[in-house]
């Protein structure tokens, strides 16, 4: 399917949100992923005929998926990327002087430490290890009391950044009826479309969550991803920058049991990185119900650490 094929399924959406926004604004994230669950709630919309298409699908009145460590507890801030199989390049990781301590391993009498990430990485071309090393410098002048976390200060954590929010779940619709999978965040109702075709647009604008088509493969879910917007997008919490030339593969794929999900990643970026690197994720399933997320709500900086902004936009949508 061609992805300009697809417009009815954004006007869909825009239609129903737009309307929903009319009766009342705050329940827009449930009940956009309600109209989700609706669209792919009839017998033909997803019906599980085939070895070949695991079900991701989560049901958001009782579960969804949440984010674990290697050791299988849940993940928390510290907690990036789990290393690849050995061999591979792995992520990025804490500057060797600076080992990042997140609320599990802080230990005994020490504080939860900023994340600053290893700008002398030789896998960073110059541009992209200058830009590390100046927000590292940022912390440590107090011109920032705490580094940027894209989703803590509400916004989109991009491709594969995102993957890595721990704090809410995330859900899965799957709908052969309309070939597109969604994955959708609590927090904010982020919502990121896969759409199940095999080739890319002509020309792709560049966006938070670029352009993802993907395709079932042995029971994966094989998702390709370009047209990803360089503007505070960042890899991980280390604030490592790509350039609009990245292109992200990632497999997706269940355990025996269908109690675990895990994400296999792989980064290529010619401007930024001098080979491709190498990344893992695991989610647990876990009972949770939907609720609904208003990440600016609350949000302001009450303890003048001079947190980034949170986005505003500056006309209205409609």
């Not at 709630?41 to 009145?61: K, L, M, V, W, Y």
């Not at 479309?193 to 042995?218: A, L």
């Not at 990245?246 to 980064?267: N, P, Q, S």
Request: neutral net charge.
């Amino acid at each position: 399917m061609a992805l300009r094929e697809s417009n009815g399924i954004m006007s869909l959406f825009a239609a129903t949100i737009r309307s929903a926004y009319a009766r009342n604004a705050q329940r827009i994230g449930a009940f956009a992923i309600g109209t989700c669950i609706a669209v792919c709630a009839d017998g033909s919309a997803f019906a599980q005929n085939s070895e070949n298409t695991p079900a991701f699908i989560s049901n958001p009145s009782t579960w969804g998926w949440v984010r674990i460590r290697e050791d299988g507890r849940n993940a928390l801030y510290g907690d990036g990327w789990l290393d690849p199989p050995p061999g591979l390049r792995w992520p990025i990781r804490s500057h060797p002087d600076y080992p990042v301590q997140g609320n599990l391993d802080r230990g005994l009498g020490r504080q939860v430490t900023p994340a600053i990430g290893n700008f002398t990485d030789p896998i960073l071309k110059g541009w992209a290890a200058e830009q590390m090393r100046l927000s590292n410098e940022e912390v440590f002048s107090g011109k920032r009391g705490m580094p940027f976390l894209a989703t803590s200060r509400c916004y989109p954590g991009s491709v594969p950044g995102q993957l890595l929010w721990t704090t809410e779940p995330f859900f899965f619709i799957q709908s052969a009826k309309m070939n597109v999978v969604y994955m959708l965040w609590e927090r904010d109702s982020l919502t990121r479309r896969i759409y199940m075709t095999d080739q890319h647009s002509e020309n792709v604008k560049p966006s938070w969550f670029g352009e993802s088509i993907g395709r079932y493969d042995g029971g994966e879910l094989v998702i390709d991803t370009t047209g990803l917007s360089a503007k505070m997008s960042f890899l991980d919490m280390y604030r490592t920058p790509h350039s609009e030339k990245l292109h992200v593969t990632e497999r997706f794929r269940l355990t025996a049991d269908g109690k675990f999900l895990e994400a296999f990643v792989k980064i290529e970026d010619e401007d930024a990185f001098y080979e491709p690197m190498y990344m893992m994720a695991r989610w647990r399933k876990q009972e949770r119900e939907w609720r609904e997320f208003i990440c600016a709500e609350n949000n302001s900086d009450k303890f003048s650490h001079n947190l980034f902004p949170l986005p505003e936009a500056k006309t209205p949508d409609f």
